[in-house]
């Protein structure tokens, strides 16, 4: 099972933050969490050439509805159409969240420091791409992750490193691990 999927442990409480058409999640129930979080606000917005720019022209409520769908008979799966800071949560209530929403420096630090205080002790806060850049911004996940370890003392995990430069401006598809140990 793919890092850092296997991370999550039976009766976790997990979240996804960014599920689009919900694959991933899919991968998520399988390693069988008690809970799952789907947090996305499919809604467009104004970047070029995301998968929800608007010149992208998806449906956005059509991708919700089709998540709705997918998910209705499992109840552990909670879905919020919010936007990932917006949602609330108590504080150390998860095992494991994977950031994988707005990939921009930006709201990457933000999701971090929204969703750090949320991990419980040995939780797991991940998320994707962290090499990841596009037309929009030149600082992705990478220095937002960086930034946000050291200034708070943290460990980094990073995997798929032989991806990283190969092409491509860090590789995709590169999954980061903080593991919380407070
Ligand atoms: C890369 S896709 C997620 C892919 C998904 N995790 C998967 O593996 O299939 C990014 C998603 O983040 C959502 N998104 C972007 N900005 C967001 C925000 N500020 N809050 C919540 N969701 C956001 C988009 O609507 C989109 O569905």
């Given amino acids: 099972m793919k890092w850092p999927l296997n991370l999550i ?10 599920v689009w058409k919900g694959k991933t ?12 979080h789907l947090i996305d606000c499919w809604i467009h917005q104004n970047y070029k050439d995301r998968m ?11 991708i919700y509805n089709m998540v709705v769908n997918k998910f209705k008979d499992d109840s ?15 504080e150390k209530y998860f095992d494991w969240v994977y950031i994988d929403g ?6 990457v630090l933000e999701d971090l420091y929204h969703y750090y205080p949320l991990i419980k002790s040995g939780g797991y806060l991940c998320g994707d791409d962290y090499g990841w850049v596009d ?10 992750v960086d930034y946000f370890v050291k200034v708070n003392n943290l460990e980094l995990q990073v ?20 593991k919380k140990n407070d």
Avoid: Q
């Fill in 76 to 90: 552990r799966v909670e879905i919020h159409r919010e936007k990932s800071i917006d949602v609330v949560f108590p």
């Fill in 9 to 18: 442990k039976k009766d976790d409480i997990c979240a996804e933050v960014g």
């Fill in 52 to 62: 929800y720019s608007v010149e992208f022209g998806a449906d956005m409520d059509e």
């Fill in 159 to 178: 995997r798929n490193t032989e991806n990283l430069g190969k092409g491509e401006v860090w590789g995709k598809g590169v999954p980061f691990v903080i």
């Fill in 102 to 107: 707005d990939h921009s420096f930006e709201a």
């Fill in 135 to 144: 037309v929009n911004c030149s600082r992705g996940p990478k220095p937002a």
């Fill in 25 to 36: 999640s899919e991968l998520i129930l399988d390693m069988e969490p008690k809970k799952l």
